[in-house]
Each structure stands twice: as C-alpha cells, then as structure tokens.
C-alpha cells in the first residue's frame, strides 16, 4: 500500500529555521515526483514546487522560488521542505504529495501544520 | 504561468441533483494535463480525475470529467451527501504546475 506521512505540526517564531519531512513508502520512492503545496488558513492551493529523488531534478514555482528549499534522501525515502528564516506569513497547511506521471497528486500526506507566531 | 478560474464560486445544490462545475485556462493545457480535487474540512486533497478525464481509483462513475484546450468540467451526476466539499482543478502540463482558486459546493 502506498503511504505519504508528513511531520508533526510545528510552532516556531519569526527568524527561526524549520525542516519538515514527508516519507514514502509501499512504492519505489526514486521512482516518483514528490510535490509540495501550501494551504494558507482559509484559503486554496498553492503549488510550490517538485523534486524527482532519484536524481534530485528540483523545479520551483516561481513564487517560491528563493523562499523555501526542497530536498529528498533517497536513503531514507524522505522529501524535505525547509525554511531558513520564518515569518509569521508562512503560517499555513503544508502538503506533500506523490506524483503520478507529469504530476498528479495521487497518494498525499495528511498535511504538517506550521504556525510562525511572537 | 497558466491562471486557472473556476466557476461558480458556490454552488448550492441537493442530493440527488446534477453538478456541473467549470476550470478555464487563461491558455491551452498541453496534453489535456487537467486533474480534478475534492477536498474536506480537515482533509488533505483527494484525486478525482486525471488528464481531464480518467477516473482515478475507486472513485464512483457519478464524476465525470471533460473538456480539452482551455475549458474543462466536472460533472457529478447525482450528488451523494459525501459530495458536498471544495473541488479544485489543476495543470501539470506546464511549469509551475497551477490551482484554480476552487469551487465550494454546498448543501442547499
């Protein structure tokens, strides 16, 4: 069976660094994009950006891009989502997503919730 | 960047009625790469439909997808009261891959 599990809810303040993760299991995680998406409070989704972890191929949207980094060890079947300095509009549901072909959304996690706030 | 608008905004319908939500593109979708989402209070998304208009698995033939070029919709014929949610459409077929801003399809 496929799996997508994402990291506990995070509370951070603004300035601090955070690293959330997602893992794949009960498929070949080299294999498959693996997406990220945020859903601010009350509102849509939005795409940020994708990585292929066999070769760690990273693509953007452009309205992330230089906001977040995203990476993946393929040793540990594990995508990452990082932020090196949080600001309180970061405050969203982040979802990771395995990708079905050119990128479809079709075994997602069950979101990490992250809460920047003084 | 490929702007996806969906209408309406609300939909307020009753079990048993047909749906009929819309995705337009403010250009053509290569490929017909359009998937249909349905999300939950509390829920992540769900995939409904892919390449605009396969069924993704296990999900029941009363969805229906259609459309190519810059107009794509999501039909579902009789709605079931596990329907009502918040449906999203999004492209892949051009990078960065978009949402549209999501129809709320509610009880009436």
């Known amino acids: 069976e496929v799996q997508v599990v994402q990291s506990r809810a995070e509370v951070k303040k603004p300035g601090e660094s955070l690293k959330i993760s997602c893992k794949g299991s009960?498929?070949?995680?080299?294999?498959?994009?693996i997406g990220w998406v945020r859903q601010m409070p009350g509102k849509g989704l939005e795409w940020m950006g994708m990585?292929?972890?066999?070769?760690?191929?990273?693509r953007y949207s452009p309205s992330f891009q230089g906001q977040v980094t995203i990476s993946a060890d393929k040793s540990i079947n594990t995508a990452y989502l990082k932020w090196s300095s949080l600001k309180a509009s970061d405050t969203a549901m982040y979802y990771c997503?395995?990708?079905?072909?050119?990128?479809?959304?079709?075994?997602w996690g069950q979101g990490t919730l992250v809460t920047v706030s003084s | 960047e490929i702007v996806l608008t969906q209408s309406p905004g609300t939909l307020s319908l009753s079990p048993g009625e047909r749906a009929t939500l819309s995705c337009r593109a403010s250009?053509?979708?290569?490929?017909?790469?359009l998937a249909w989402y349905q999300q939950k209070p509390g829920q992540a998304p769900r995939l409904l439909i892919y390449g605009a208009s396969d069924r993704a698995t296990g999900i029941p033939d009363r969805f229906t997808g259609s459309g190519s070029g810059t107009d794509f919709t999501l039909t579902i014929a009789r709605l079931e009261p596990e329907d009502f949610a918040v449906y999203y459409c999004q492209q892949y077929g051009n990078s960065p891959y978009t949402f549209g801003q999501g129809t709320k399809l509610e009880i009436k």
């Open positions: 250009q053509s979708v290569s490929s017909s790469y």
């Open positions: 990585i292929f972890p066999g070769d760690s191929d990273i």
């Open positions: 997503a395995r990708l079905y072909g050119s990128g479809v959304g079709d075994s």
């Open positions: 009960g498929y070949s995680f080299i294999s498959y994009w």
